[in-house]
């Protein structure tokens, strides 16, 4: 898979994520960042690859917070980015 456009959001006070769970419909994970919003949730029929991407967000934002509470832990909160 080649890499496509990224997009850098920086994350302020008025960010967030928020999971919702229904009981007849498609969950939806939202997160924003400013005035961007993102909103995921799943096609009709699910597949093995919706499967495997959902534990990989998971993984991924698992290390995320790892790494943010560690430079928290080490005293180092005024970074800046890249």
């Known amino acids: 898979m080649g ?6 959001l920086p994350i302020n006070g008025h960010s967030g994520a928020e999971f919702r769970s229904y009981p ?14 993102v909103s995921l949730t799943l096609p009709d029929r699910l597949l093995p690859d919706h499967v495997a991407f959902a534990r ?4 991924q934002a698992a290390a995320y917070a790892a790494e943010v ?3 928290y832990r080490n005293g180092n909160t005024d970074r800046r980015t890249r």
């Open 24 to 37: 007849r419909a498609n969950p939806i994970f939202t997160f924003r960042a400013g005035h961007v919003l």
């Open 3 to 8: 890499r496509g456009p990224a997009l850098s």
């Open 69 to 71: 509470e560690r430079i």
């Open 56 to 59: 990989a967000l998971a993984d």
